[in-house]
């Protein structure tokens, strides 16, 4: 069966260092792979999609990364972090159809 | 591009009673329109969703929707809603490269 997998769980960083999240599908092959951040009382905005390997679109222009380095895996990247970084980060993809979207347990990242 | 706007941030409800949430969007075209809910700490689920055909959907735990085009809107609604539904309600729209634009969002509280 198709799944998606987020590590860490949750992250707590001080401002001015690396970040590295990951996330990884199973059961499907090539799918296009989304990254989302829900700030604190905020909804959801779009960072991040790639329809495939070392293919990145970004939408908002900001200090993240990503980076598609495997077919099934999806990285996202900062080389310092802002305290404006903190938030839940999901990942997510078209398990169950080309037009929605199967989240990831997420990350909450807490950047002091 | 498109838009969600969820007008409601926190609504508070009566075990029993019953429940609409509102979301109004913009898209040029013939819309896909999603209802997620989210748990405290957790990801996102899929409620229901909206492609075609029949205007009023029917999604998981009881709840349905209704698609107007002549009011852009797609409210969510349960004839009566239980405890265990307090959470946060997305409303939201697939766009042509089919990434979710999403709502602010929706508290919800169910009293006792």
């Known amino acids: 069966s198709q799944t998606i997998h987020q590590w860490p769980a949750t992250l707590v960083q001080p401002v001015g260092s690396p970040l590295s999240l990951e996330c990884t599908v199973e059961?499907?092959?090539?799918?296009?792979l989304y990254w989302y951040r829900q700030a604190a009382g905020r909804g959801l905005q779009l960072l991040f999609y790639?329809?495939?390997?070392?293919?990145i679109s970004s939408e908002v222009p900001q200090n993240l990364s990503a980076s598609r380095p495997q077919d099934r895996q999806f990285i996202l990247s900062s080389k310092k972090l802002l305290l404006s970084d903190s938030g839940f980060y999901l990942c997510?993809?078209?398990?169950?159809?080309?037009?929605?979207?199967?989240f990831g347990p997420g990350t909450r990242l807490t950047v002091l | 591009a498109q838009s969600v706007t969820q007008p409601d941030i926190h609504i508070t409800v009566s075990e029993g009673a019953s429940l609409e949430l509102r979301c109004n969007y913009s898209?040029?075209?013939?819309?896909?329109l999603f209802w997620y809910v989210q748990s405290p700490g957790q990801g996102l689920q899929l409620l229901l969703k909206?492609?075609?055909?029949?205007?009023l959907v029917q999604g998981i735990k009881g709840f349905e929707a209704e698609f107007k085009r002549s009011q852009s809107s797609f409210n969510l609604r349960k004839p009566s809603v239980h405890w265990s539904d307090a959470a946060e309600y997305f409303c939201a729209v697939s766009g042509s490269a089919r990434q979710l634009t999403f709502g602010s969002g929706t508290q919800l509280t169910v009293l006792p």
């Open positions: 909206y492609f075609s055909g029949d205007t």
């Open positions: 898209y040029g075209a013939t819309p896909y």
């Open positions: 059961g499907t092959s090539n799918p296009n």
């Open positions: 790639s329809v495939g390997i070392g293919q």
């Open positions: 997510a993809f078209p398990r169950d159809g080309p037009t929605e979207q199967f």
